[in-house]
């Protein structure tokens, strides 16, 4: 499987792995791919004791940091969600003045529907364990996103940043280059590649409509080879849908240099999602997992929920652009993740999470490295029996 850029990042395989969780990118880079943190919903504090123990846990190789510096959400323009000179926080009131009460109100009744209850009164917003802190406004501005970046760039194992929903900043692709550090960024459609090259971003991600998380809506089988023609020489990973060494195998037979894959790390054994989600995970068919924008205000591929479903009906006032849905969910997501530790709470029936149409193959829980030695061996077989059909050819003409 080796493609240039396992010589350009000193890694085995060219598999990337997208987690939240520290343990599975540790555990990815450890097995020779290369491991990713997504940071969004960690403030910079917990991004550097995250990537502090990274760095004590791959004993001096190569992982990276992604963030969320979105090309457009509200009050972009206006140029709200930077952050402050000085304390270097992000003002979160003035967004939090733009959700309007009716929004409010329509998930005061969903929660009421499925018995949520209010949050206890001991208890602080956020403090559930399952990434809802604060305001909600997490890493979703330019603002939040610099913050990581200063933070990820301290740290010298971190060899790859990556940015989601457009290119970053040109300072902040200058910056990383600066520091030794390549800059890939997803895209779901080839014009988007096109500015992304332009930008300066080395690696370019082609992520089909398949993906968990936020996505377009063009196949990969389509997108990959007219990104990889758009943008050549400069390399190309091929997302969204990989989950086997079958499916990488394809995305590089379409041209890519290598893989970058998300929901196959959801189920892992190092993976700190909650048995519940597991388990609807593991029950789930890829027609669950449905394009919504009740997560983020952007559509993104999410498992099929009461939730999801709710933001779908009739009477529903419509979802926020970004970063105000997150924000006006994100109380109501603790709220939710809480009620349903209880046995049989019919807040369950709202719990979901990002997971693309790959969710029919999770089937079980494996550790990170043997998904790592599952896709080489399936790639190995898949490559060699298509050998197998030039060599009868060969024979054949022969
Ligand atoms: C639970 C989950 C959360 C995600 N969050 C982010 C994110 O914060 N930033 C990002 O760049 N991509 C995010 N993604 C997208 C992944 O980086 C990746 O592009 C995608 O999962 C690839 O497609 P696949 O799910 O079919 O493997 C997320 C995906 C999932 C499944």
Sequence with gaps: MRTDLCDLFGIDVPIFAFSHCRDVVAAVTNAGGLGVLGALAFSPEQLELECRWIDDHVDGKPYGVDTVMPMSYAGKDEGLGKSDAETGKVDASVFQQMIPEETKQWIERVLEEYEVPPLPDDLEFGDSGVGGGGTGLLGWTEGGGRNHVDVALRHAGVKLLVNALGPPPKDIIDLAHAHGVKVAALTGAVEHAQR???????????????????????????????????????????????????????????????????????????????????????????????????????????????????????????????????????????????????????????????????????????????????????????????????????????
Aim: net charge negative; proline share 5%.
């Design 196 to 398: 992304q090259k332009q930008a300066g971003v080395d690696i370019i991600i082609a992520q089909g409509t398949e993906a968990g998380g936020h996505t377009g809506e063009i196949g990969s089988m389509v997108l990959i080879p007219d990104i990889v023609e758009a943008v050549a020489p400069t390399p190309v990973l091929g997302a969204g849908g990989i989950a086997s060494g079958r499916q990488a195998a394809a995305a590089m037979a379409l041209g890519a240099s290598g893989v970058w894959t998300g929901s196959v790390w959801l189920t892992v054994r190092e993976a700190d999602i909650s048995p519940l989600v597991k388990e609807k995970l593991f029950s789930a068919r890829p027609k669950d997992a449905v394009r919504s924008r009740s997560l983020s205000g952007k559509p993104a591929r999410l498992l099929r929920t009461a939730w999801t479903e709710a933001w779908e009906r009739e009477e529903c006032p419509g979802t926020l652009p970004m970063p105000l849905q997150y924000m006006v969910c994100s109380e109501a997501q603790t709220r939710i993740n809480l009620a349903a530790r209880k046995e049989g709470a019919k807040a369950r029936e709202l719990v979901g999470m990002p997971v693309g149409q790959v969710v029919g193959r999770l089937t079980q829980e494996v550790s990170s490295a043997d998904v790592i030695y599952q896709f080489i061996d399936e790639f190995i077989e898949t490559v060699d029996r298509l050998r197998q059909t030039l060599d009868a050819a060969n024979t054949e003409q022969a």
